[in-house]
């Protein structure tokens, strides 16, 4: 569908991370993963197109360090169409991006070692 909602709660042991990829595209837009130092979740924004300039300029690569300690995370995130709103650490980390597949139909893939979910995921 091109509307859901995923909540729930991953446990994340330090050199854990869950990856995640939105609308069956063939890449991971959002990484969460925690080491030594704590959390950091990265953002991945990608175009397929024959348009130089927005080639260039469109895609981005995000690191956003997330002020939490806690072993367990919480975890909302909501999309609808390419809108995509991530609530972290009981909304403490709020992420706003707007993705633009080449199809806003499609598979939720999660991956990674953070418990929570089964490797391999699909929704």
Do not use: W
């Not at 890449?27 to 959390?39: A, P």
């Not at 953002?43 to 348009?51: A, G, P």
């Amino acid at each position: 569908p091109a509307t859901y909602r995923l909540k729930g709660q991953m446990t994340f042991r330090s050199g854990d991370l869950l990856r995640i990829r939105l609308f069956d595209e063939d890449h991971d837009q959002i990484i969460i993963r925690r080491d030594k130092n704590g959390y950091a979740v990265t953002l991945e924004r990608r175009v397929q197109t024959d348009d130089e300039i927005l080639f260039r300029e469109f895609p981005h690569h995000y690191d956003v360090a997330l002020l939490s300690d806690a072993d367990v995370l919480d975890l909302d995130m909501i999309v609808d169409a390419g809108a995509v709103e991530l609530l972290l650490d009981g909304s403490r980390c709020s992420i706003s991006q707007l993705f633009f597949p080449r199809s806003v139909v499609g598979a939720l893939h999660l991956g990674g070692s953070a418990s929570g979910h089964q490797a391999g995921d699909r929704f």
